[in-house]
């Protein structure tokens, strides 16, 4: 299986409790490689832009209000087929109904504040990577 990559963000939630490094070591130890990080302060523009998929539906205020609270991770995960394996240890959207173990089982204080966005496939990888990194920032 060929080495992929995929997107991740630390969010503010467990960035405000100094929770990066734990769950940078989380995915470490499921094989993803970081090959990118960065904290960054998302403005209001970059989480509108970045969650723009999701405009029409009645969270997306909070959200982007949510994203923009705190100082965000973004990161750049490789690993053979990183997208699954990066969703396999973040776990369920819902912390109540995640594996024991994952990061959002873990680290999540609700549905809202679940400490880690992944990517959902390797094509809109591709493209939350891009909206973040310049290609010479990723380095593996």
Same mark, same amino acid.
């Given at each position: 299986?060929?080495?992929?990559?995929?997107?991740?963000?630390?969010?503010?939630?467990?960035?405000?409790?100094?929770?990066?490094?734990?769950?940078?070591?989380?995915? #470490?130890? &499921?094989?993803? /490689?970081?090959?990118?990080?960065?904290?960054?302060?998302?403005?209001?523009?970059? $989480? %509108? +832009?970045?969650?723009?998929?999701?405009?029409?539906?009645?969270?997306?205020?909070?959200?982007?209000?949510?994203?923009?609270?705190?100082?965000?991770?973004?990161?750049?995960?490789?690993? #053979?087929? &990183?997208?699954? /394996?990066?969703?396999?240890?973040?776990?369920?959207?819902?912390?109540?109904?995640? $594996? %024991? +173990?994952?990061?959002?089982?873990?680290?999540?204080?609700?549905?809202?504040?679940?400490?880690?966005?992944?990517?959902?496939?390797?094509?809109?990888?591709?493209?939350?990577?891009?909206?973040?990194?310049?290609?010479?920032?990723?380095?593996?």
């Amino acid at each position: 299986m060929a080495v992929t990559r995929t997107f991740s963000i630390i969010k503010p939630d467990a960035t405000r409790r100094n929770l990066t490094g734990a769950v940078t070591a989380k995915l #470490e130890e &499921a094989g993803l /490689r970081v090959v990118a990080s960065k904290r960054i302060h998302m403005s209001r523009e970059q $989480a %509108e +832009g970045f969650y723009a998929v999701h405009k029409e539906r009645p969270f997306f205020g909070e959200l982007v209000s949510f994203m923009i609270s705190g100082p965000v991770v973004v990161q750049v995960l490789e690993s #053979e087929d &990183a997208v699954k /394996r990066n969703r396999d240890v973040m776990g369920a959207t819902n912390p109540k109904d995640a $594996a %024991e +173990g994952t990061i959002r089982k873990t680290f999540a204080e609700s549905i809202e504040a679940n400490s880690v966005h992944g990517s959902d496939s390797e094509e809109n990888a591709a493209i939350e990577i891009a909206f973040f990194f310049k290609p010479e920032e990723i380095v593996g």
